[in-house]
């Protein structure tokens, strides 16, 4: 089942912080977080694991909520970069080798 | 250091012809994946292969068979394409050992099946 991704689309200005949640009906595993740019493929951002471990690069920050089933990617002091499609992907320990992705934000960044 | 690449990059087809996809990566990963993206939508997962010589069905398999022809290479064939097929096709790999490492994403085929 696909995880569930809130806002679907969010509009900020430069310097401005956002939120992007990603909540699963399944117990999760492992959250995965991808942007994407218009015509690009997706490029990796950040893994979070059961029990706290988190992995990641840049200046982006997430969480994951085990009792909520639920991740949350923060972009703090937004640049014009971070413009894109964000994706979770969501590995459930019956599920294998396979993410499940989510439907995407779509954050605009704006001078 | 290639990553990921895919060919071809662009391809119509019309109803019923067949079409192989190949995708080859270059970063001795075990695990590969095979992705289909529709316009405004999220991936899904079509097929992927844990390591060399294992292959299992995603979420969308119907239409499709895959081919793991060794630990680079790993490709995708449409046998009878149809309209809804039509779509961006994604190859991906990682490393994968007790949990799915970090995908690479190759740069995608654009199909359109008229």
């Known amino acids: 089942q696909q995880p569930v991704q809130s806002p679907q689309a969010v509009i900020l200005r430069e310097g401005e912080d956002a939120v992007i949640n990603c909540s699963s009906s399944k117990a999760l595993y492992s959250v995965h977080w991808y942007r994407q740019k218009h015509g690009e493929a997706p490029v990796f951002l950040m893994i979070l694991l059961k029990g706290g471990e988190q992995k990641g690069h840049e200046k982006i920050s997430a969480s994951f909520n085990e009792k909520k089933q639920q991740s949350s990617l923060y972009l703090t002091a937004s640049q014009l970069s971070y413009s894109g499609t964000y994706f979770c992907?969501?590995?459930?320990?019956?599920?294998?080798?396979?993410?499940?992705f989510g439907g995407g934000t779509r954050l605009m960044v704006k001078p | 250091n290639a990553g990921v690449t895919q060919t071809p990059k662009f391809q119509v087809l019309k109803t019923g012809q067949s079409m192989t996809l190949q995708c080859a990566q270059d970063m001795n990963h075990n695990s590969m994946y095979w992705y289909r993206q529709d316009p405004g939508m999220g991936l899904r997962l079509i097929y992927y292969?844990?390591?060399?010589?294992?292959?299992d069905k995603g979420e969308v398999p119907n239409g499709y068979n895959v081919s793991r022809l060794n630990k680079r290479e790993f490709s995708l064939r449409l046998e009878s394409a149809a309209p809804s097929q039509t779509s961006v096709y994604f190859c991906?790999?990682?490393?994968?050992?007790?949990?799915?490492?970090?995908?690479?994403f190759g740069p995608g085929t654009r199909l359109t099946v008229t």
């Open positions: 991906a790999s990682s490393e994968t050992v007790a949990v799915i490492g970090e995908q690479y």
């Open positions: 292969s844990a390591s060399e010589g294992t292959t």
């Open positions: 992907g969501t590995g459930y320990v019956q599920a294998g080798n396979m993410l499940t």
